[in-house]
């Protein structure tokens, strides 16, 4: 597990997992696979 901002690093990893807060005192935790958002951007593209 890295934590990281650097978009470099992100683009080598195979999962990138996050946190947001949609409305104040809500965190969600997000995963994408990029290998999976990747293909889906290039269908929609």
Do not use: P
């Amino acid at each position: 597990m890295v934590i990281t901002h650097n978009t470099r690093t992100m683009e080598t990893a195979d999962w990138v997992c996050g946190v947001t807060m949609e409305e104040l005192g809500v965190s969600t935790i997000v995963g994408v696979e990029l290998e999976s958002a990747r293909a889906l951007k290039g269908r929609v593209a």
